[in-house]
Structure formats: C-alpha cells, structure tokens
C-alpha cells in the first residue's frame, strides 16, 4: 500500500488538512507532543479499517463538530484505490470504496459498510492488526523481542502470526473431547444397567404363566359366593321394608302425640286470655271518663302551643332588626375612624414637610460647591483625553527599550560563555593532537591483525568445507559397509541363494561369494576408518584456528572503538584550530555590545520619541491625583442635587395637604350627628319599637305552659287503656271461637293415635317371626372383600410383570443402539483427543512457526548484511538439550526454545555483549524481518514504512544511526515515512511533513 494523498476534515485535532504524497521517497513527520502527528496516521487507519484510539465512534469528531470526512487515496496491488470514510455525530456513518480508471475514479462499493469494509481488506489484502504490526514499526517494540526469555519468544511469534486461533481450536477440541469421554462413560454405564435388566426375563415370565393360574381359580370362587351374597340380600331386602314400615308408622305416632300436646296448650292459652278480656270491660265506664279528661288537656296544650310559635317568630324578627341597626351604626363609626386617621395623617406630614423646608438656604449653599467641583472635572476630563494616548504610546516605547536592553545583557551572557568553552578548547589542542597521533598508530597495527584474522577465517571455511566432504564420503562407505554386512548375514542361512542375482549357490560358489563380499568389508572398514582419522586430524586444526580466531577477536575488539574516537578527536581537533579565530570576533563583539550597555546607545530613534513625549505630557501640566481628587469633590457634593429634589416635592405637597385638611374636619363632625340620629330616628329603630308593642300583646305565660304539658303526660295512661278497650270488644268473640275449634281437633287426634298404636303391635309380630341374615351378609360381604383384594393384587402383580415384559423389550432394542452411539461416541473422542494434539503448541502451531523460523533468518540476515556490511550474522535455533546443553543418558529429550545466536568476526555471543549500535541494527534487521514476514503471510506487499521515534528515544549517535539503517533499506520501500520531535532527526530529511497546532487546530506544511 503506497499512499498518495490524505484529505482530513474535523478529524481528531485536525479541522480541515489536505496532504499530497506524490514524490515522497522517505520524510519525516515532525512537530511537538501533542501536536497532532498520530493523529495524521490514525486519520489514514481510521479511513481504511475504521479503527482508532478514540474511545467512541463520535469521539473521532473534531470538538464542536457535527461531522467527520477523511478521503485517503493510495496504491496497492498497480491499481489506485479511494477510501472516503464519513461519520455524523450521534449518527450513522458511511464508507465509500472506489477504483481509478481512465475515465475516473468508479465506485466499488458494497451494500452496507460490514460489506464495503471486507471489498477494502479483500483488495489490499491486509487488515488492522497486521497492518499495525508490520507496517508500523511503533515505539518501544524494537528491542521486545530479543528482550524476551527464549520461551517468551514463541509466544511473541506466535501472537504475531495470529496463532491464537488454533489455542481457541485446540479448547474447543478439548471440550468436546471432554464431553464426549463423559458422554462415553454415561453410555457405558446404561449399557451395563440395561444388561443387569435383561437377566431378570426369564424369571419374570415365570412369575407371569403362575400369576394367571392362580387369578383364574381366584375369580371362580368370587362367583360362587357372590351367587350366595345375592340371595340373602333379597331376604335382608323385605326385613329392612318392614322396618322401614314400622319406623315410619313409630314417627307418625310420635308426631300426633306431640300435636295433642300442643293442641291442650294452646286450649289453655286461649281460655286465658278470654278471662282477662272479661276482667276488662267490666272497667268501662272509669276508662271513658279518664280519656275524655285527656281530651280536654291536649286542647288546651295546643292553644298556648301556637302563642309560643308567634311569641317565638316576633323575638326572631326583633333580633334580625337589631342587628341591622348595629351594622349601621357600626358602618358609621367605622367611617368616623378613618376620617380622623386620615386628619392625623396629615398633620403628620405637615410636621415632616416644615422640616425639610427649613433646609432650603443649606441646600442652596452646597449646590454652588457642586457647581464650581464639576466644572474643574470638566477641564481635567479634557486633559486626560488628550493625555492618555500619549501614556499608552510612552509604555510601549518603554517596553521596546527594555526589551532592547534585556538582549543586549543576554548577548554578553552568550559571548561570555561561548569565550570559555574556546577557551579551554585551545587549552587541549596539543593533548588532541597527541591522542589522534596515538590512536592512529592503534589502528594501523589493529588492520595489520584484521588482514591475518581474515586469512585465519579463510583457512578455517577451507577445513569444514574438507570436513564436509569427507563426512559425505563416510556416509556413503557407511552405507555401503551396512550393505555388505547384510549380505553376509544372508549367505550364512543354510541354502542361501546369490545376493545379486538370486539364484541357488553350490558350495564352490558360495565359498567364492562370501570370499570377496569379506574382502570388500575388510577394504570398505579401512577406507572408513581413513576417513575418520582424517576427520579427527582436520577437526583439531579447526579447534586451533578457532581459539587462534578467538584470540586475535579478542585483540580486534577495541578496533571500531578506536575509529569512533579517531573521527570523535579529529573532529575536536578541527573546532580548536578555529578557537583563535573566534575568540577575537567575541572579545570585539562583547566590548562594543558592553559599551553600548553602558553609554544607552541603543534603539535611538525609540529612545528620542521617548524624550519628546515626555516634554509634551510636562507642558500639558496634567495629574492623575489631582483628577481624582475632583472626581471625589463632585461625589462629596452630590447630595445637595438629591435634597433640592426633595424640597421640591415637600412644596408641592404641603399645597395638597392645605387643602385636603378642612374637608377631613367637615367629614368628622357629619359623621358624628348622623351617629347620634342613627339610634332614635332610623327605619330598624321604628320597627324594633313596632315589635315590642305584638309581642306584649300575645300574651304567652311560658309557666302556665309548662304546667299544661305535666298534666297532659300524666293523663296520657288513659289514652293506652282507651285503646286496650277498644281492642278486647274487637278480639273476645274471635278468642271464643277459637277456644271450640281447638276442642274439637284434639277429639280427632286421639282417635288416629289409638290406630297407629295398633299397626305399630302388627308389625313387631312380623318381625319376630322373620330370620334375620345380616350376619352372614356380613361374613360373606367380608369374604368377597379378601378374595377382591387379593384379585387386585395378583392384577396389579400381572399387570407390573406385563410392564416388566414390555420394558425389557424396549430394553433390548435399546442396548443394540446405545452399543453402536458408544462406538460412534469413543470415535468421536479419538478424532477431537487427534485434533486437540494437532492444534496445540507442539502441533501445527510448532509446524508453522518451524516453517517460517528459516524464511524470517533468512530475511533478517539479508537486511542486517546491508546494515553492518556483512559483520554480522543470526541464527534461530528453536531446539537444544537440558543441562546447559549436554545431552547425558538421563537427560537426552530435547527442549522447545527460540535461542538467538548472533555471530560477528570474533565469534558467537551473547546479545547483551554487542555495542549499542550493533545491537540497535539487529534490532531493527529482526523488527523489519518480522514486518515483511506478516505483511507476505497476509498476501500484501510491504511498501510503505512508518517508524515512530526510532524504536525510542535516542540519542545524536542513536539518531545517525537510524538515518543510516533507513537509507540503506529505502530502496525496498515505496515510501518510508519517520515519526519524530527531535530536531537533530527531521534535519537529516530533504522532505519534512511539520505539524503545528493552533486555536483553530492542527495544520499541516510540506517541506521538500
């Protein structure tokens, strides 16, 4: 993926960025923290995989924005893409996909954006993760990986080839495998119940053939006596309807008895009442005569009962009319009230309105004071208006001489300092000197060692290379001595047949075959053991030039330290030869900067403008002091203002006053006579007189009154006996007659009594004379119950031993299929336990990483070859043996690591003994390594480059040498773009992307 141009529109802290990267080779993003350079390599990940570091999908917005729109056109593949990626906040958000053609761009889009997004990541055949991990080298994760233990490196590895997904494979495997072992055992241990069950069948059809004789006999002895039962039940029948008779005629008797019992009380109540009737109306005369006397009172307590009703009704409308009378009279007073507050309103305001007159002359005095105060603020007012422009441009003047002044100082810091650093470096000139001349004789006699040591290296891959074919030699005369031993093992059988052309051997030419196959041995085993003898020769020569190698290594090791100080002191060397020089140039500098200091002869013309208007503002002879001063004059006078104001209005108000007072004192005296008049001459007064006149002549005495209602309560008893009279000549001849019905019905009663006393005796003797067969009713009744108990349960046995019949058929067919499931189901388990092996660390996950170990040495020691010119050279080495290495009987399994050896001239160490660059170099060899391992795997070509500070903060050594390892692998690259803040890096960069933020956002220049 090549990019090409990047429109950015309210994206992060970007408001609106457009940035062309047509011509880019390798650049530099440069610019402070937090000035926006991520953000401009978010907006590319965000347009393509909308993916980010925001938290939230609206938080992609540039604040305040309601929008978002990032278009990214790059290449990939010879084709041109564009990815225009849209996003409303609190909306939804939109993903366009096109392709160039020669007549444009033409859309490519998909339906929806899940559908879009795989178009994009089907066509440049990388996705998010991989992208990040391979194209983007971020900081801090150069050194992780060599950092690691070596068993941590697999898992790196691993994590980077996204091989957690045969982790997540290899659980689930597990997990069905677990399921499927305890599936297995269920079903084993079903099989085994079912098989206990199963033993039990012919038993049960035993039990079943001896249950159905037994139920046969039960059920004819249940007929047999069933057949009795019937009989005497019939017997029991006609017993139980003559009792049933007799009960029914015992109650009818008892009934008739109660009735006569009855019938003699209600003839003795009734002759009872017809002697108190009798004693009754012998009193009628007195009864009469105290009811008429009755009359005569309830007449007269009527008649004062209507004098009370009308005395009642005049008092009421009496009151209504006093009360009338009161309201008005209190209407009145209330008016008298108001009218005499309002009088002392009045007056009271006359009082207050003197007193503030009586201030006028006061008043008149302190506003000539305002008068003359504000007229001399009028003239300083003036002064100021004129003055303060000049003031403001004084102060900037000032500020410009300050700021002139303020440099000059800093200027003879700088000069002062700068003089001793030149000075002390004159001082170290001849030491320099010395030192350059020591260390180049060092490093003439280091490259005298280098040309033996690389003679000694030959001569070294000259002897393995003679160790290698003679090992290809021994092989091969292994083998053919194994052939040869065959051989003879097959000759020594009895009837051997001929080894080459297999046809039977007499004894002559078997003798002559085994002959020359020994003699072929014998030769064959001394050719060997030749071979061996010259390997052991040529392996101690290669010991001896490998600790020879080592030794001069080991002398060679101070080389590039040397060649570092030589340019480091020559360097040196060649900034002291110029000290003199620039000593004289700072002593003048700093003499005149300290005599222009000292004199003021600095920024003329500001200090001349400075002079004029100093005099200007002492000829308008202004002062601030003075003008305050005023100001508070005129405050402090201000109140005679706010008091004429009042006087004003206590004027106008006394004429008010004037003239409301004699209306007030009028109202008073009316409302006091109409007062008076109000009691004695008004409407409600006449008729209050009017009332009291009826009600004297009612004439209602309220004793008399009260006596009349004792008498009447007294006399009410002769009312109730009245009324009793009254009453006993109604009822007397209805009581009489119903005294001679009742006679006559108790005659009839003890007749039909005396009837049923008779049927009752028939039916007894009937009785006496049946036999009464409820005991064997109840015997057999007792009989049948056992046998139908003992039918029901020899059913129920039948019935559960059919059940059982039917269930161990069921059983059987079910012990066939569960036999076959386990088969299936143990199966099953053996292809996941497989899978689970397959899928875990020592199966294709080890397979692959073993596979793409050679690819990723391979391409590392290609890129490290071109970083350090063939000094360098690693190995992955994934396996080794326990104990440090030595493989003993006890302990000869091997064990799974990622060892990296890094070999250089003086041999194989350890990483942590290599120079800082030595060791950043093989950092970023394996870092890159890794970047285009992933971005083949993912099918994509790795063209662009983004490195985020170098792999960390470096120092200016640190960062030559990453300047260094970017060139030499920029032919590899489209483009390569560095991420930095330091300004020693983004200067070594022709072509320079400088981010700035602002107020309104981040802004984007292109430097080239």
Request: hydrophobic share 35%.
């Amino acid at each position: 993926m090549i990019p090409l141009q990047l429109t950015i529109k309210n994206f992060l802290s970007y408001r609106s960025s457009t940035l062309d990267f047509h011509g880019l080779h390798t650049a530099c993003i440069c610019g402070s923290n937090g000035a926006g350079k991520s953000s401009l390599l978010e907006a590319i990940t965000w347009a393509i995989w909308g993916e980010s570091r925001a938290a939230s999908e609206d938080d992609v917005i540039h604040t305040g924005s309601k929008d978002v729109r990032v278009d990214f056109v790059f290449e990939a593949n010879q084709q041109i893409y564009r990815v225009i990626r849209t996003r409303s906040r609190g909306g939804t958000g939109g993903l366009e996909f096109q392709i160039e053609t020669p007549s444009g761009f033409k859309a490519l889009t998909g339906k929806g954006l899940r559908v879009t997004q795989d178009l994009i990541q089907s066509h440049i055949k990388l996705d998010y993760d991989t992208f990040i991990n391979s194209a983007y080298l971020r900081q801090g994760r150069a050194d992780e990986f060599m950092l690691k233990r070596p068993a941590e490196r697999k898992e790196i590895l691993a994590e980077l080839l996204k091989l957690n997904q045969y982790d997540e494979l290899e659980e689930r495997a597990k997990e069905l495998s677990k399921t499927l072992k305890v599936r297995s055992d269920e079903i084993e241990r079903t099989l085994d119940t079912i098989k206990s069950q199963l033993q039990n069948r012919d038993t049960i059809t035993t039990q079943r053939n001896s249950l159905e004789a037994e139920l046969n006999q039960l059920q004819q002895q249940q007929q047999f006596e069933t057949i009795q039962l019937q009989s005497l039940q019939v017997v029991e029948h006609q017993r139980k309807s003559w009792e049933e008779q007799l009960s029914f005629v015992r109650s009818s008797f008892a009934n008739l008895t109660q009735d006569c019992e009855r019938l003699e009380k209600d003839r003795f109540s009734v002759g009872a009442e017809l002697a108190k009737l009798d004693e009754l109306l012998k009193r009628e005369k007195d009864i009469i005569a105290g009811y008429q006397h009755y009359q005569n009172l309830q007449a007269k307590e009527e008649a004062f009962s209507t004098k009370f009703q009308e005395f009642t009704r005049t008092q009421q409308q009496r009151g209504i009319k006093q009360q009338q009378l009161n309201q008005q009279i209190n209407a009145l007073e209330r008016q008298l009230q108001q009218a005499e507050a309002q009088l002392e309103a009045v007056l009271q305001q006359e009082r207050d309105i003197q007193q503030t007159l009586n201030k006028s002359k006061e008043v008149e005095a302190a506003l000539e004071k305002l008068r003359e105060s504000r007229n001399h603020l009028t003239h300083l007012d003036d002064l100021q208006m004129r003055v303060a422009p000049i003031l403001r441009q004084r102060t900037q003047l000032q500020s410009h001489l300050d700021k002139a002044h303020a440099g000059l100082v800093a200027r003879i810091e700088q000069l002062e300092t700068n003089e001793i650093q030149l000075q002390r470096a004159t001082k170290r000139q001849p030491q320099i000197q010395q030192a350059v001349l020591a260390v180049a004789a060092q490093i003439e006699e280091l490259e005298k060692t280098r040309v033996y040591l690389q003679r000694v290296q030959e001569k070294g891959q000259e002897r393995r290379h003679f160790i290698e074919r003679l090992q290809a030699q021994q092989r091969e005369y292994e083998r053919l001595l194994g052939e040869l031993e065959q051989k003879l093992q097959l000759l020594k059988t009895p009837n051997a047949i001929c080894p080459l052309c297999e046809r039977p051997l007499d004894e002559h030419h078997w003798n002559r075959v085994v002959s020359k196959t020994e003699t072929e041995y014998k030769d064959t085993e001394g050719q060997l053991w030749v071979f061996r003898e010259q390997m052991a020769v040529s392996d101690r020569e290669i010991q001896v030039l490998r600790q020879e190698y080592r030794d001069i290594s080991q002398k060679l090791s101070p080389y590039d330290t040397l060649r570092e100080q030589r340019g480091q002191l020559a360097a040196q060397l060649e900034s002291s030869s110029d000290a003199e020089e620039h000593l004289h140039q700072i002593a003048a500098e700093k003499e005149k900067l300290e005599r222009a200091l000292h004199l003021g002869d600095y920024a003329p013309d500001q200090q001349e403008e400075l002079r004029h208007l100093d005099e200007y503002i002492q000829s308008l002879n202004y002062n601030e002091q003075d003008h305050a001063l005023a100001r508070n004059e005129v405050e402090r006078w201000r109140w005679a203002e706010i008091k004429q104001g009042q006087i004003k209005d206590a004027a106008k108000r006394q004429a008010q006053l004037d003239k409301r007072k004699p209306e007030l004192e009028a109202q008073i005296v009316d409302l006091e006579r109409r007062i008076e008049l109000e009691a004695v001459e008004s409407e409600c007064a006449l008729e209050i007189a009017a009332l009291d006149k009826y009600i004297a002549s009612i004439g209602y005495d309220n004793n008399e009154h009260n006596n009349i209602r004792t008498a009447l309560r007294t006399a009410q008893a002769w009312h109730l006996r009245y009324q009793e009279l009254h009453n006993a000549k109604t009822t007397y001849p209805t009581r009489q007659s119903r005294l001679n019905e009742l006679s006559a019905a108790l005659a009839l009663r003890g007749v039909e009594r005396q009837r049923l006393a008779s049927q009752i005796e028939a039916t007894i003797e009937q009785l006496k004379q049946s036999a009464n067969p409820t005991q064997q009713i109840q015997t057999l009744e007792a009989q049948l119950a056992i046998r139908r108990r003992q039918l029901d349960e020899q059913l129920g046995r039948l019935g559960r031993l059919e059940q059982q019949s039917q269930y161990l058929d069921t059983l059987q067919t079910q012990y066939g299929e569960q036999q076959q499931q386990l088969t299936e189901t143990r199966n099953q388990q053996r292809v996941y336990q497989e899978l689970a092996q397959a899928f875990g660390k020592n199966g294709i996950q080890a397979f692959m990483i073993e596979n793409v170990l050679p690819q990723l040495e391979a391409e590392t020691n290609q890129l490290l070859s071109r970083l350090t010119a063939n000094q360098l050279h690693v190995q992955f080495v994934t396996q080794r043996h326990g104990r440090n290495g030595k493989s003993t009987k006890k302990n000869a399994k091997l064990i799974d690591t990622l060892d990296i050896l890094i070999a250089d001239a003086r041999g194989t160490r350890a990483y942590e003994t290599y120079s800082g660059g030595e060791a950043f170099r093989i950092n970023f060899a394996i870092r890159l390594a890794l970047a285009k391992l992933l971005a083949q795997r993912a099918g994509a070509a790795l063209q662009m480059l983004i490195v985020d500070e170098g792999f960390g903060t470096q120092d200016a050594e640190g960062c030559d040498r990453l300047i260094a390892a970017i060139n030499a692998i920029a032919p590899d690259f489209a483009c390569i773009l560095t991420v930095t803040h330091m300004p020693h890096l983004k200067e070594a960069f022709q072509a320079r992307i400088e981010v700035t933020k602002t107020q309104e956002g981040s802004h984007l220049r292109l430097l080239v």
